[in-house]
């Protein structure tokens, strides 16, 4: 289940060949993003029907210690017309390859609020002139991890207020792994890396969480912690060229008190309109 993976994808970042079955990066084709997964999103369950019970045991495998308490309103993914120049910050990564990296520009237009200002833009070279950028408060502490594959484990974090970014662009089982249950094209293909997905259905977290698909390949999440913190997310799953930010499965997750919902919109929106071919 999604998410639970997190740590595992950091775990990809640093290794020397991924993990899982991987794609092999010579010399197979791209594959266009008009060719990803078309499947039908899940659709809701009819109200009139009750949702499936799930127990405390399996919660406790799908959150970890993030328990969902109760559904919030939802983030938004629309960028912004209007951008301006955030200072940029490099962040600390290690890296599972030997890289060589283009200088990184001084500032970046991002879509931020005019009372988001002061923020940084975070930035992870992914080797050559290609980065992905973060914006954030400019206290957060931050690291990274960059595995041989491409794959990229990003953490900002500062008092309650946590960021993570996830992409695994090239172990097509890990990320089958972690978006079976949610996506259908993940959960029909994952007997084909272990065992079939057997977990609860989507619709068992209703009561818990809200969540809706934005396409068939955009999954957007929000709830309420049982400490009282919130968390926003989106999950982008779709089996594209491999060789860039958003391959196969791209995470971004914002946690923090209610009053850090305008953090949580900015990061999603402008973090994942860097994925090349995200609106298509």
């Not at 094209?185 to 977990?199: K, L």
Request: with cysteine; proline share 11%.
């Amino acid at each position: 289940m999604l998410w639970k993976w997190m740590g595992l994808f950091a775990g990809c970042a640093v290794v020397a060949a991924g993990c899982g079955k991987a794609v092999s990066k010579a010399p197979s084709p791209s594959i266009p993003p008009s060719s990803r997964e078309t499947a039908s999103p899940v659709p809701p369950r009819s109200k009139s029907r009750p949702a499936p019970k799930i127990s405390g045991s399996q919660l406790a495998i799908l959150f970890g210690t993030e328990i969902p308490a109760a559904p919030i309103p939802l983030p938004s993914v629309a960028v912004g017309p209007d951008k301006l120049a955030l200072p940029v910050h490099n962040v600390p990564a290690t890296y599972g390859a030997t890289e060589s990296f283009a200088p990184l520009p001084k500032d970046v237009p991002m879509a931020v609020r005019p009372s988001q200002s002061a923020y940084l833009a975070y930035a992870v070279p992914l080797g050559g002139a290609r980065a992905i950028y973060v914006p954030a408060p400019p206290e957060m502490r931050s690291q990274a991890g960059v595995g041989a594959d491409g794959s990229l484990a990003l953490s900002l974090q500062h008092g309650s207020i946590s960021i993570t970014v996830s992409d695994t662009p090239a172990c097509v089982g890990c990320a089958v792994d972690g978006a079976a249950g949610i996506f259908p094209a993940a959960t029909r293909q994952s007997g084909q890396y272990g065992a079939p997905y057997s977990g609860p259905a989507l619709s068992a977290l209703r009561s818990l969480i809200s969540y809706r698909f934005e396409s068939s390949h955009l999954f957007i999440k929000a709830y309420q912690m049982r400490s009282g913190r919130d968390v926003w997310g989106l999950e982008d799953f779709s089996l594209r060229d491999e060789d860039r930010p958003g391959g196969i499965l791209f995470m971004v997750s914002v946690s923090g008190p209610a009053q850090s919902r305008a953090l949580a919109d900015t990061v999603l929106s402008d973090v994942y309109a860097q994925l090349d071919g995200a609106h298509d």
